[in-house]
């Protein structure tokens, strides 16, 4: 079959788009920027890519008219300015009136399970969705899915922040909500497996793991199983302005994205009871397994997709290419070189930068800008980075965002995600065996240009510092 994946750059479509090529189907990947599509993927007969903007009908044009099945994994957690839910329901919109004119059977949605009288806005948008994509021309295929559990799943990674930096958790009362997690893999199976099933068409399934768990219980068993004794004591006066702040503070996620889980995080999330599990074959895990699992992928640094390198945690809310041309009119630079013996040494430890490996230099005050940042709402150093060897198009990397990366051209361009009264860039790039690096900084007003002659010293202090310790390979 020819399936078209929507939002293949995001944690799911990454995972889902390798299994359903290995099923020996074509693949289509819809996608914003081609610049952040896997590299190892290549535009033959298993997969395909196609640029689309769903909020950008035109461009809707260039989805083939022979696909036999589409995924709709098209999600918003933002709190901008901007009417998310307005955005998902014309997103929705375009999908369905651009898919009526394919031959398309089924269409696929990854939903939120919603069953409680009272939802958040986000559960309430998806179920807004769910309407918009019905179509007499096609069937739909609804799957309800909780908290989802896996090595880079917001959930995961926030729990993990909590349990392994606090002993003892002052925390919501929202932590005894009761949710019902489901493992990644699991979701991936009945996604996969609902491909071309006249069973479930134009039905509507709530997909869950075998537990009923508050997320007290989950944060309990997950430190049972990294063998950290835990203490949690519950409060009834954090608002969820409060509650919000606090999983900002403590954990890596952004502000608007912590905003929108403890929206969430207050309506219980318990699935309807169906035959789904027998039809497709599908036995969900326990919830200490999915945590087990998504640590055996970590330790083998082969976690395939994080919500850390969705844009909905920065500050970027654009294409990645748009900010691949560095500019120079009106810009400070500090440029440096040096002369390199092993250009693959070098590109090696290049593209092993930030995370756990730090900066190289002056790593005291990396973190005290990290803290800074953080301070005044930003995202700090908590992100990471997603591999600890590997960078592509899109990756977050501590507080900045990877705009190009390509080891053939030698050549790493990062973006700022950092609060700052202007934007700033940095490149590493090598030419016959000598290394440049180029910090751009673009001010935005007096306030910009005070910024950078105050923190002139210290730019000068760590960049020499890290090209000296990146030359010596």
């Known amino acids: 079959m020819k399936i078209l994946v929507t939002g293949a750059t995001g944690y799911i479509g990454k995972r889902l788009i390798p299994l359903l090529a290995n ?20 535009d033959g007969d298993d997969i395909q890519v196609v640029e689309t903007d769903f909020l950008n ?16 994994l098209i999600h918003s957690m933002s709190n901008s300015a901007r009417d998310f839910k307005s955005m998902e329901q014309e997103c929705a919109e375009n999908f369905r009136t651009a898919l009526e004119k394919t031959n398309v059977r089924q269409v696929i ?71 019902q997690p489901i493992a990644v893999r699991d979701v991936l199976a009945f996604l996969k497996g609902a491909v071309g099933h006249k069973a479930v068409y134009d039905k509507v399934y709530d ?10 219980d989950m944060l309990l068993q997950f430190s049972e199983m990294r063998k950290l004794k835990r203490y949690i004591i519950t409060v009834p006066i954090m608002t969820p302005k409060l509650s919000s702040y606090w999983l900002y503070f403590v954990t890596s996620t952004s502000y608007k994205l912590a905003r929108s889980l403890v929206d969430s995080m207050n309506v219980e999330i318990i699935g309807n009871p169906s035959d789904i599990n027998a ?32 844009f909905v945690s920065g500050r970027l809310e654009h ?37 756990e ?26 992100r990471g980075r997603t ?33 700052l009264p202007g934007e700033a860039w940095l490149e590493f790039k090598i030419r016959d065996n000598i290394l440049y690096q180029t910090a751009t900084f673009r001010p935005k007003g007096l306030a910009g240009r005070l910024y950078w002659y105050i923190v002139t010293p210290f730019h000068w202090f760590v960049f020499n510092g890290m090209i000296d310790k990146l030359a010596k390979g």
């Not at 035109?58 to 099945?69: A, G, K, Q, R, W």
């Not at 997909?207 to 007290?216: A, H, K, Q, W």
Request: aromatic letters at 12%; hydrophobic letters at 40%; one cysteine or more.
């Open 23 to 42: 099923d020996g189907h074509t693949v289509v990947c819809a996608v914003r920027d081609p610049m952040r599509v896997d590299p190892g993927y290549s």
């Open 57 to 72: 009908p035109e461009s809707l044009s260039n989805i083939p008219e022979d696909i036999d099945v589409a995924f709709y």
């Open 109 to 179: 949605y990854l939903s939120g399970i919603a069953n409680d009288d009272k939802l958040s806005k986000h559960l309430s948008s998806r179920r807004d969705v769910e309407d918009g994509l019905r179509s007499d021309s096609y069937a739909l295929t609804v799957f309800r899915a909780g908290i989802i559990v896996g090595s880079g799943s917001s959930s995961f990674e926030i729990i993990r922040d909590l349990v392994e930096k606090l002993p003892v958790m002052v925390a919501p009362k929202w932590l005894n909500t009761k949710t």
């Open 207 to 216: 997909i869950f793991g075998p537990e009923v768990l508050t997320y007290r």
């Open 279 to 310: 039809i497709l074959n599908v036995d969900p895990i326990s919830y200490k397994e999915a945590v087990s699992r998504a640590f055996v992928k970590i330790e083998q640094n082969e976690i395939v997709s994080s919500w850390k390198d969705s």
């Open 319 to 355: 294409k990645a290419h748009e900010y691949v041309n560095v500019p120079t009119f009106g810009c400070y630079s500090d440029k440096k070189q040096r002369s390199i013996s092993s250009e693959t040494e070098v590109m090696d430890k290049i593209w092993s930068i930030g995370g």
């Open 357 to 382: 490996n730090g900066w190289y230099y002056g790593t005291f005050l990396w973190k005290f800008r990290g803290y800074i940042d953080k301070l005044f709402g930003g995202i700090g150093l908590r």
């Open 387 to 419: 591999n600890v060897d590997k960078l592509e198009v899109g990756d977050a990397l501590d507080f900045w965002r990877v705009i190009f990366a390509d080891k053939e051209k030698k050549k790493l361009l990062l973006y700022a995600e950092m609060k």
